[in-house]
Protein backbone atom coordinates (compact mmCIF):
# COMPACT_ATOMS: atom_id res chain seq x y z
CA UNK A 1 0.00 0.00 0.00
CA UNK A 2 0.81 3.88 -0.75
CA UNK A 3 -0.08 6.26 1.60
CA UNK A 4 -0.23 10.03 -0.59
CA UNK A 5 -0.72 13.16 1.95
CA UNK A 6 -1.12 16.41 -0.19
CA UNK A 7 -0.33 19.75 1.52
CA UNK A 8 0.59 23.56 0.60
CA UNK A 9 -2.68 24.73 -0.02
CA UNK A 10 -4.44 27.79 0.83
CA UNK A 11 -5.67 30.75 0.03
CA UNK A 12 -3.98 33.33 -2.33
CA UNK A 13 -5.02 36.36 -4.75
CA UNK A 14 -5.23 36.03 -8.42
CA UNK A 15 -2.37 36.26 -10.29
CA UNK A 16 -0.42 34.78 -6.91
CA UNK A 17 1.65 31.46 -6.50
CA UNK A 18 1.49 27.98 -4.87
CA UNK A 19 3.11 25.08 -4.70
CA UNK A 20 1.37 21.90 -3.71
CA UNK A 21 3.53 18.80 -2.28
CA UNK A 22 2.39 14.83 -2.60
CA UNK A 23 4.40 12.75 0.30
CA UNK A 24 4.68 9.14 -0.63
CA UNK A 25 5.03 6.98 2.29
CA UNK A 26 4.34 3.03 2.54
CA UNK A 27 5.56 0.95 -0.55
CA UNK A 28 7.99 3.32 -2.01
CA UNK A 29 10.50 1.02 -3.03
CA UNK A 30 8.67 1.58 -6.35
CA UNK A 31 8.47 4.49 -8.25
CA UNK A 32 4.76 5.13 -9.37
CA UNK A 33 3.66 7.57 -12.33
CA UNK A 34 1.48 10.56 -10.76
CA UNK A 35 -0.86 13.00 -11.24
CA UNK A 36 -2.74 15.63 -9.96
CA UNK A 37 -6.53 16.60 -10.29
CA UNK A 38 -8.91 18.79 -8.85
CA UNK A 39 -12.81 19.01 -8.07
CA UNK A 40 -14.39 22.44 -7.20
CA UNK A 41 -17.93 22.95 -5.61
CA UNK A 42 -20.78 21.41 -7.91
CA UNK A 43 -17.92 20.28 -10.76
CA UNK A 44 -16.51 16.76 -11.73
CA UNK A 45 -13.12 15.41 -11.17
CA UNK A 46 -10.64 17.14 -13.65
CA UNK A 47 -7.82 16.37 -14.56
CA UNK A 48 -4.39 18.46 -14.28
CA UNK A 49 -1.45 17.52 -14.69
CA UNK A 50 0.53 14.11 -14.52
CA UNK A 51 4.91 13.06 -14.75
CA UNK A 52 6.05 10.01 -15.58
CA UNK A 53 7.82 7.65 -13.19
CA UNK A 54 11.10 8.39 -14.16
CA UNK A 55 11.96 10.07 -17.60
CA UNK A 56 10.46 13.18 -16.84
CA UNK A 57 7.21 12.80 -19.08
CA UNK A 58 4.48 15.52 -17.99
CA UNK A 59 0.87 16.25 -19.72
CA UNK A 60 -1.08 18.86 -18.59
CA UNK A 61 -4.89 19.93 -18.96
CA UNK A 62 -4.67 23.13 -21.73
CA UNK A 63 -6.45 25.61 -19.20
CA UNK A 64 -2.69 25.13 -16.88
CA UNK A 65 -0.31 24.67 -19.65
CA UNK A 66 2.60 27.13 -19.24
CA UNK A 67 1.16 28.07 -15.59
CA UNK A 68 1.16 25.08 -13.63
CA UNK A 69 4.44 23.08 -13.39
CA UNK A 70 4.47 19.14 -12.00
CA UNK A 71 8.26 17.80 -10.94
CA UNK A 72 9.27 15.02 -8.67
CA UNK A 73 11.88 14.19 -6.66
CA UNK A 74 12.25 10.27 -6.20
CA UNK A 75 14.86 10.03 -3.90
CA UNK A 76 12.56 12.59 -1.33
CA UNK A 77 9.29 10.40 -2.61
CA UNK A 78 7.39 13.81 -3.43
CA UNK A 79 5.63 15.03 -5.88
CA UNK A 80 5.00 19.05 -6.33
CA UNK A 81 2.68 21.07 -8.35
CA UNK A 82 4.45 24.34 -9.14
CA UNK A 83 1.11 27.14 -9.93
CA UNK A 84 1.61 30.26 -10.81
CA UNK A 85 -0.93 32.82 -12.36
CA UNK A 86 -3.76 31.62 -10.42
CA UNK A 87 -7.19 32.52 -11.39
CA UNK A 88 -10.18 31.77 -9.43
CA UNK A 89 -11.12 29.42 -11.48
CA UNK A 90 -8.26 27.04 -10.11
CA UNK A 91 -10.49 27.06 -7.22
CA UNK A 92 -10.79 23.62 -5.92
CA UNK A 93 -9.78 20.64 -3.67
CA UNK A 94 -6.57 19.26 -5.28
CA UNK A 95 -5.61 15.69 -5.14
CA UNK A 96 -2.54 13.80 -5.81
CA UNK A 97 -2.45 9.99 -7.25
CA UNK A 98 -0.29 7.26 -7.82
CA UNK A 99 0.13 4.32 -10.00
CA UNK A 100 -2.01 4.59 -12.96
CA UNK A 101 -3.73 0.95 -14.21
CA UNK A 102 -2.51 1.47 -18.18
CA UNK A 103 0.12 3.69 -19.62
CA UNK A 104 1.44 6.42 -17.40
CA UNK A 105 -1.28 8.53 -16.75
CA UNK A 106 -5.32 8.71 -17.28
CA UNK A 107 -7.23 11.74 -17.90
CA UNK A 108 -10.10 10.38 -16.28
CA UNK A 109 -8.86 9.25 -13.06
CA UNK A 110 -10.13 6.27 -12.72
CA UNK A 111 -7.54 3.97 -13.26
CA UNK A 112 -5.16 5.10 -10.40
CA UNK A 113 -4.45 3.26 -7.64
CA UNK A 114 -4.00 5.17 -4.98
CA UNK A 115 -5.53 8.48 -3.70
CA UNK A 116 -4.27 11.32 -1.53
CA UNK A 117 -7.38 13.69 0.81
CA UNK A 118 -6.81 16.16 -1.01
CA UNK A 119 -5.69 20.15 -0.04
CA UNK A 120 -7.82 22.87 -0.54
CA UNK A 121 -6.68 25.97 -3.00
CA UNK A 122 -8.76 28.92 -2.80
CA UNK A 123 -7.75 32.12 -5.13
CA UNK A 124 -9.51 35.46 -4.99
CA UNK A 125 -10.56 37.64 -7.40
Known amino acids: QVQLVESGGGLVQAGGSLRLSCAASGRTSSTYATGWFRQAPGKEREFVAAISRSNGLTAYTDSVKGRFTISRENYKNMIYLQMNSLKPDDTAVYYC??????????????????WGQGTQVTVSS
Open 97 to 114: AADPSQGWYDPSGYGYHY
